[in-house]
T-cell receptor, first 115, second 114 residues
């Protein structure tokens, strides 16, 4: 069965620090990968997505993620975080034959950025 | 352009009761998915509706059922509520033929079972 694992449950950073959130998935076939963000009091929204092509994808608000197929990983990065990045971040996957269907989410990583 | 809307915002029910949650998809979307998000966990897929039929289903018991109406809105019904059904229920909509496969999420309904 497919699963997604996010290594860090809670990350605390100071403003301007660099961010990397880990995400690993288990699935033998081709996948589509997503990072969603949930700001306090707001609904889930898409940060970025990978379907094919360049494994380094750029999203909104300066976030990027790199797909490393050999490591089954899709880590999220940002060079310099801001206080407004405080939120919960979810990695999600869907199999290639299931586009638009079931999303499998990791358990989430809570990011707290200190001003 | 209205996004995904859900009602009610909060709901408190007693164990054994039945509940109905409602979702209106984003304008132009024809597919609705439902997810359950327990506290401290990521969302878990319940099922997806397209063309008024259940297209996919996750690992949830038959107590969880749904419906999609001709205007693409959807309902999630849960029978014989258990304490463990307490969670945030999220609705997500998408446009099936759209190859971006992006699902847009609503604000959720917080269900508390006592």
């Amino acid at each position: 069965a497919q699963s997604v694992s996010q290594h860090n449950h809670h990350v605390i950073l100071s403003e301007a620090a660099s961010l990397e959130l880990g995400c690993n998935y288990s699935y033998g076939g081709t996948v589509n990968l997503f990072w969603y963000v949930q700001y306090p009091g707001q609904h889930l929204q898409l940060l970025l997505k990978y379907f094919s092509g360049d494994p380094l994808v750029k999203g909104i608000k300066g976030f990027e993620a790199e797909f490393i197929k050999s490591k089954f990983s899709f880590n999220l990065r940002k060079p310099s975080v801001q206080w407004s990045d405080t939120a919960e971040y979810f990695c999600a996957v869907t199999s290639e034959g299931n586009q638009g269907g079931k999303l499998i989410f990791g358990q989430g990583t809570e990011l707290s950025v200190k001003p | 352009d209205a996004g995904v809307t859900q009602s009610p915002t909060h709901l408190i029910k007693t164990r054994g009761q039945q509940v109905t949650l409602r979702c209106s998809p984003k304008s132009g979307h024809d597919t609705v998915s439902w997810y359950q998000q327990a506290l401290g966990q990521g969302p878990q897929f319940i099922f997806q509706y397209y063309e008024e039929e259940e297209r996919q289903r996750g690992n949830f018991p038959d107590r969880f059922s749904g419906h999609q109406f001709p205007n693409y809105s959807s309902e999630l019904n849960v029978n014989a509520l258990l304490l463990g059904d307490s969670a945030l229920y999220l609705c997500a909509s998408s446009f099936y033929p759209d190859h971006s496969y992006e699902q847009y999420f609503g604000p959720g309904t917080r269900l508390t079972v006592t």
